[in-house]
C-alpha cells in the first residue's frame, strides 16, 4: 500500500510540472492526535516532508504532500485496560486550495482527502486479568491504514506557508470488540517554504 500510495503522487507531481510554473518545498507540523471517544486523552505528534503546489485553473491550486507522520492516543484515569500507544506513518494528503490574492500573497480554503499508512510504533496495556502491563506488538490490534477527510485554511507570504488543518479518519482504528476507541482525529499546525520552480 504504501509503495502504491508514492507512485500515484510521484506521477501526479511529475505529469503536472512538466511544462509549468509550480512551487516544491518542504512543511512540518504540530499535531494534536487523539481517538472520538471519551476514552482517550491526546497526544502532542508531528509531520514532516515535501509539499508541491501547482494553479490548476484560476484560483484553484492542487497542493499534495509526502510526509513522514507521529500520532497516538492513551487511555483516560478511568478507561480499563489503561494503554497508552503511538505510530509512525507514512500520510499523503491530496489538497486543493481555493487561493485569494496573488502570487506574493494569499489566503487559502483548504480541502481534499488524506491516506495514512502506519509503518512502526509502540504500545502498551494493562492485563486486566494478571495486572501487569505487556507489550505486544501494535499492529496486531491496531490498523495500519486510514483514509478520510481533511479540512483547513493556509497562508503564504512570498516563499512562507502558515496553515492550520483538522483530519478525520474513517476507518475505526483499533480491533476492540467494544469499539470504545473510535476512530482518530488530527489538529495540525503548519509552516513550510515553497521555492519557485519551473519554466
Not at 500510495?5 to 518542504?26: C, D, E, N, P
Not at 484515569?77 to 507514512?90: D, H
Not at 491496531?142 to 512562507?160: A, E, N, T
Request: aromatic content about 18%.
Amino acid at each position: 500500500m504504501k509503495k502504491a500510495i508514492i507512485i500515484i503522487l510521484l506521477t501526479v507531481l511529475t505529469f503536472g510540472s512538466a511544462h509549468s510554473q509550480y512551487r516544491l518545498g518542504f512543511r512540518g507540523s504540530f499535531n494534536i492526535s487523539s481517538l472520538s471517544t471519551g476514552s482517550s486523552k491526546s497526544r502532542a505528534g508531528f509531520s514532516a516532508g515535501a509539499m508541491y503546489s501547482k494553479e490548476i485553473a484560476d484560483h484553484w491550486y492542487f497542493q499534495p504532500a509526502l510526509l513522514y507522520n507521529l500520532e497516538g492516543s492513551k487511555s483516560v484515569s478511568r478507561f480499563k485496560p489503561a494503554y497508552s500507544a503511538y505510530t509512525y506513518n507514512l500520510e499523503v494528503p491530496l489538497i486543493m486550495s481555493r487561493r485569494m490574492g496573488d502570487e506574493d500573497i494569499s489566503f487559502g480554503l483548504d480541502f481534499g482527502p488524506f491516506f495514512k499508512y502506519g509503518l512502526h510504533g509502540g504500545y502498551w496495556v494493562d492485563d486486566l486479568t494478571t495486572g501487569e502491563r505487556t507489550r505486544p506488538n501494535i499492529f496486531d490490534h491496531k490498523k495500519r491504514f486510514d483514509v478520510g477527510p481533511q479540512v483547513g485554511f493556509s497562508v503564504i507570504v512570498y516563499s512562507l506557508y502558515i496553515g492550520y488543518s483538522f483530519q478525520f479518519g474513517m476507518i475505526r482504528a483499533w480491533d476492540d470488540a467494544s469499539n470504545r476507541r473510535g476512530n482518530y482525529y488530527n489538529s495540525c499546525m503548519t509552516f513550510g517554504y515553497l521555492f519557485q520552480m519551473g519554466n
